[in-house]
């Protein structure tokens, strides 16, 4: 494959080709409302102050965060993903929210093992 853009993600205007964005995805679809979703809960994190930079993090780990999802619940449906792809895109998406350096959620500290009651308790 070409180091350029490809043809089918690169839509032409008149005889340039245009960059493709997130904002450029139809939000009717499950992908794109995910991603938004995602991002917004993210942005959220950072409170008023964000910057543009952080912004546009926090959205690029969103997408990857909705495209990770979306090849996990196609490997649990029995589709044919490949699990190396699908390690590589969680591990991926992992890394940008981490990069993110969102503050950390207060935790109660634990003297024993975490019970299914307090894994249900978290969000």
Known sequence: MEAGL??????????????????DVDG???GARRARKIARELIGAFGPGITA?????????????????????RRMAGEP??????IRLEGAARRA?????????ERPE????LTLADLQGIK
Do not use: H
């Open 110 to 113: 634990r003297n024993g093992p």
């Open 53 to 73: 930079a952080q912004r546009q993090a926090a959205e690029r780990a969103a997408m990857l965060c909705a495209l990770s999802e979306d090849l996990a619940a």
């Open 28 to 30: 009717r679809y499950r």
């Open 6 to 23: 490809r043809e089918d993600i690169a839509p032409r205007r008149g005889s340039k080709r245009r960059l493709v964005t997130a904002r």
């Open 81 to 86: 993903v490949s699990i190396d792809e699908m």
């Open 97 to 105: 929210v981490a990069r993110l350096d969102l503050p950390k959620a």
